[in-house]
């Protein structure tokens, strides 16, 4: 397998759209998905279990108990990391707002220059089928200015939940817990800087524009959750950009 997409998985037994990823792996025998069950309380490690068991691209990883999105993602990139020999490796959610095809334009993206990371940027736009609710869509530009000038590199959407990374930099970023709960991807952002530099950072991750991606509902999500958006930061600020330049 040269490629394996993390999915992390929290109650998603009655929404897992299998059909959309066999008809996925079908024509991409390169690909592989680990799903992640982040301690759920309905049967979704009875589904994952039995997915695996019928398919060979699909796998499944047990994290007990629930430990929330960050530590999902991050363990499931561990351990692509550390047990399958990809080229690449990614995270992806699981109500696939972002559709399956955009990994062939990640991975193409990826080998254009040989970036390290390739994100998700969900940009409205002509020609693109990117639907964002209102007041979210709103939030979140606010937030990507605030992180944007934390981080000292002009990244656009931080928290798009389609990202691909170069095997050999995961361990590195992801072998220790993340500081925070959900603005792990903020961290991670952090984390390669404080690695490699700012000039690398600039060069070698690559904000991709989505085609197309959609508001699902049943996001675990609250709006709520951005008003801890300023401490989440802090404790990055206060972790990796001490010393930001």
């Not at 066999?22 to 799903?35: E, I, N, P």
């Not at 606010?142 to 981080?151: D, I, Y």
Request: net charge positive; aromatic share 12%.
């Amino acid at each position: 397998m040269q490629t394996t997409i993390v999915i992390p998985c929290y109650n998603e037994a009655e929404r897992l759209n299998k059909a959309e990823f066999l008809a996925y792996l079908r024509d991409h025998a390169d690909v592989q998905f680990l799903f992640v069950n982040d301690g759920s309380r309905d049967n979704t490690l009875e589904v994952l279990r039995a997915f695996s068991e019928e398919h060979p691209q699909v796998q499944y990883l047990d994290v007990q108990p629930n430990g929330g999105k960050a530590e999902a993602v991050r363990r499931g990139m561990l351990h692509a990391a550390e047990h399958f020999q990809s080229d690449y490796i990614g995270f992806w959610d699981a109500d696939l707002a972002t559709p399956l095809y955009e990994i062939d334009n990640f991975l193409a993206n990826a080998r254009r220059k040989d970036f390290d990371i390739v994100t998700g940027l969900r940009l409205a736009r002509l020609g693109a089928e990117v639907r964002r609710k209102n007041l979210r869509h709103y939030i979140g530009r606010c937030f990507a200015t605030v992180a944007s000038s934390l981080l000292r590199i002009p990244v656009y959407d931080t928290q798009c939940g389609s990202k691909l990374y170069k095997s050999n930099v995961v361990k590195d970023l992801f072998k220790d817990s993340f500081v925070t709960r959900w603005l792990f991807d903020v961290e991670i952002l952090a984390r390669y800087k404080q690695q490699h530099g700012r000039e690398r950072a600039l060069t070698r991750i690559y904000e991709y524009p989505l085609l197309a991606w959609e508001d699902v509902n049943g996001s675990k999500l609250k709006i709520t959750d951005f008003l801890k958006a300023p401490f989440e930061l802090l404790k990055i600020r206060r972790k990796y950009l001490r010393h930001n330049r």
